[in-house]
């Protein structure tokens, strides 16, 4: 199938990886994980990938490059040679390069745990708390150069109870993450979209 081949950049447990591979592996979700890129050694996404039998999965150091610039121009050197048609991003913690984003248009996704453009930024789930909202939730959209600004593709929503702390609310968002990211992808796949202005339209 050909726009199925996609590179996935992490940072942590992987736990997005994780669910992407296992709808792929039901036949749900119709990706091809060639690629997983992590910038740190104990990241759980390269044991994940690893078992998954994923062809290629890196372990790239930062401090081993002089800039921001330079490392992201070697990942995404591996993601060309790896002929990936998506770039996804699932819990990668660094923030990605004009020059980066600029050779990939429209074509990096990230899901982020709010319902943007509310609470950009590393602690969205916090600052839903801290503003007593009531509805919170996660947001799949293409990155560009404003974090967590690109066009928004998909969104699900969760209740705030009165009672959340960090971890409860973050578990909550979570389940939706897990269920929201492999069916946006399948529809990248499957249907593709258009963009008018900052609006993405799915066909």
């Known amino acids: 199938m050909k726009n199925n081949r996609i590179a996935v950049m992490a940072s942590g447990k ?3 990886l994780q669910v992407i591979l296992d709808e792929i ?3 749900v979700c119709p990706a091809q994980v060639e690629l997983v890129i992590c910038n740190k050694a104990d990241a759980g996404a390269i044991t994940i990938a690893k078992n998954a039998g994923v062809p290629h999965v890196k372990f790239l ?8 610039e330079m490392f992201d121009e070697a990942c995404a050197d591996m993601i060309g040679e790896a002929s990936c048609d998506w770039i996804v991003l699932a819990g990668y913690m660094r923030i990605l390069s004009v020059a980066f984003i600029q050779r990939f248009p429209n074509k990096i996704i990230n899901i982020h745990p709010s319902i943007l453009p509310a609470f950009v930024g590393g602690d969205a789930v916090g600052d839903a708390l801290k503003h007593g909202v009531k509805v919170a939730g996660c947001t799949v959209h293409l990155v560009s150069e404003d974090l967590d600004s690109g066009p928004i593709l998909a969104q699900a929503t969760v209740p705030v109870l009165d009672n959340d702390d960090w971890d409860s609310l973050h578990q909550r968002i979570q389940l939706e993450e897990h269920k929201l ?3 946006t992808i399948k529809r990248l796949i499957l ?4 963009l008018k202005d900052r609006v993405a339209i799915w066909n």
Do not use: E, T
């Not at 150091?61 to 921001?68: A, F, G, I, L, M």
């Not at 249907?191 to 258009?194: A, D, H, R, S, V």
């Open 61 to 68: 150091n930062p401090k081993d490059y002089d800039n921001r």
């Open 14 to 16: 992987g736990s997005n």
């Open 25 to 27: 592996n039901r036949g």
């Open 191 to 194: 249907n593709g979209f258009k």
């Open 181 to 183: 990211y492999p069916s």
